[in-house]
């Protein structure tokens, strides 16, 4: 009987040390997903941060335009 009490409270604990790694597995899974999700996160303000900056290359690019037409228009000039 003791034998059977033995075997019996080995399985049992078996049973909850499986238990346990799953628990573990699910961290790590909810760990890698975070990080995951910060790389998105990051990739994202990136890739903002790098839209902002052409429109702040073109709006520069267009005020050169108008500065140069400005200065080569007729109106500009004095006529004798």
């Known amino acids: 009987m003791l034998f059977y009490v033995l075997v019996d409270l080995f399985n049992f604990l078996k049973i909850l040390y499986d238990y346990k790694e799953e ?3 699910d ?3 909810a760990k890698e997903d975070e ?3 910060q790389i998105v996160i990051y990739n994202e303000i990136v ?3 790098r ?3 052409n429109i702040f290359r073109h709006y520069k ?3 050169k335009l108008k500065q140069k037409t400005k200065k080569n228009s ?3 000039k004095k006529v004798h």
């Open 23 to 25: 628990g573990d597995e």
């Open 27 to 29: 961290i790590i899974k």
């Open 35 to 37: 990080m995951q999700d």
């Open 47 to 49: 890739d903002t941060l």
């Open 51 to 53: 839209a902002i900056m």
């Open 61 to 63: 690019k267009v005020l």
């Open 74 to 76: 007729p109106r500009g």
